[in-house]
């Protein structure tokens, strides 16, 4: 199911935009902005039906990671649309990035360059490219559409606004592109965090059905995007020393520069220690964590959520809806930083410097 459905029913502003649209040199390229349930998936459907109703190739990027309409979830996808859409969840994707989370803060850089990775691919192929964003307009959320801006450099930036809100972030986006901006439609809903929240579990459940464990040796693929595995394996008497000090279950553990440890703890008693020499990563933090697969080009080719690592086998097993063909061309297991299940429930999102 999706949030957003088609509709003609709109206010006349986007119908002005159509024309500058329609007046602008190709190819084009345009960045939707606007708070959590504005209406940017319902302006883009529009633009996009009217614009290929008219011949006009259009690319669709959907960067909206706290909300995706396209599979797979926590990922930034590029979509080219052969027909009319009645919900963005139909567009049959053509390329994907790994964010690797629903609350992409702490990923400001990878937001910005994989919209810019998929912008390039699908320049060339499009006469019109454009980007739907997440609703996270204040704070970092504000200093990542720009990022995004400064990247990107849209010719146009639809920006959704009741009255003035979007004041400042408007004048932070004007150096790098052109703001038209629109009135949010009072037909517009908003959805509470829980509708939100089963609409996504939907979309998990979705794109993990038919899912198959698939056995990751962690040789060949490399493990990214945590502190794990990096440096000197430790050997049985330092993991012990550990063990006796903390009185944790030590379960793998690496130095390189400082050490990293893998625990699980067995007394709820408070350690102190100096973080810059010891980063501990909890065990049951792994468990269902999502992983990215992605290939040589940094692309990419599916989500896995993590079930068990063998960690002096370097093996990972992983349920994916990835068959051995595809897994054979990826070279990289990325950790995200959300742990869900295959019926959808979300447990939890971590945080960057968790893992
Ligand atoms: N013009 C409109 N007519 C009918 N419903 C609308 C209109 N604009 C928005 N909505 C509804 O409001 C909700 C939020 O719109 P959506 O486009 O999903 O917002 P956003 O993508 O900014 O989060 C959706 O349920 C959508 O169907
Ligand atoms: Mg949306």
């Known amino acids: 199911m999706d949030k957003t459905t088609y509709t003609v029913d709109v206010p006349d502003d986007r119908f002005e935009v159509l024309e500058a649209i329609r007046k602008h040199g190709k190819p084009l390229k345009l960045m939707l902005v606007g708070d959590v349930d504005s209406g940017k998936t319902t302006l883009l459907m529009f633009l996009l039906n009217s614009l290929m109703e008219e011949g006009v190739d259009v690319a669709v990027i959907d960067s909206d990671v706290g909300q995706k309409g396209i599979l797979p979830p926590a990922t930034i996808s590029l979509a080219f649309p052969s027909s009319e859409v009645s919900a963005i969840g139909e567009l049959e994707p053509s390329a994907h990035y790994f964010i690797g989370t629903t609350s992409p803060a702490q990923y400001v850089g990878e937001m910005a ?66 703001i038209l901006t629109l009135s949010v439609s009072d037909k517009a809903r908003l959805h509470s965090p829980e509708e939100r929240r089963a609409i996504r579990a939907g979309k998990w459940r979705d794109y993990f059905s038919g899912s198959g464990v698939a056995d990751v040796d962690l040789r060949e693929i490399v493990p990214t995007g945590t502190g794990l595995f990096h440096g000197s394996p ?99 297991m990325r950790f995200g930083r959300i742990r869900v299940l295959e019926n959808g429930e979300e447990l939890g999102l971590l945080r960057r410097e968790e893992l």
């Open 113 to 178: 360059i994989g919209v810019k990775k998929l912008a390039d691919m699908a320049s060339g192929q499009a006469d019109v490219v454009m980007v739907d964003t997440t609703g996270f307009v204040t704070g970092i959320g504000a200093e990542m559409k720009r990022l995004k801006a400064e990247l990107l450099r849209p010719d146009f930036t639809l920006v959704l606004e009741h009255s003035d809100e979007m004041k400042s972030l408007k004048r932070a986006l004007s150096p790098y592109t052109r």
């Open 234 to 332: 430790l050997n049985v008497k330092e993991k012990r020393l550990l063990a006796l000090i903390f009185d944790w279950v030590v379960l793998a553990g690496w130095y390189e520069r400082g050490y990293t440890v893998v625990k699980a703890d067995s007394g709820g008693f408070p350690r102190h220690f100096n973080r810059s020499v010891l980063h501990v990563v909890d065990f049951e933090k792994l468990s269902n964590l999502l992983v990215g697969f992605v290939d040589e080009s940094g692309l990419c080719r599916g989500l896995g959520i993590l079930k068990w690592i063998n960690f002096s086998e370097m093996r990972a097993q992983v349920l994916t809806p990835l068959i051995e063909e595809d897994l054979g061309e990826v070279v990289e």
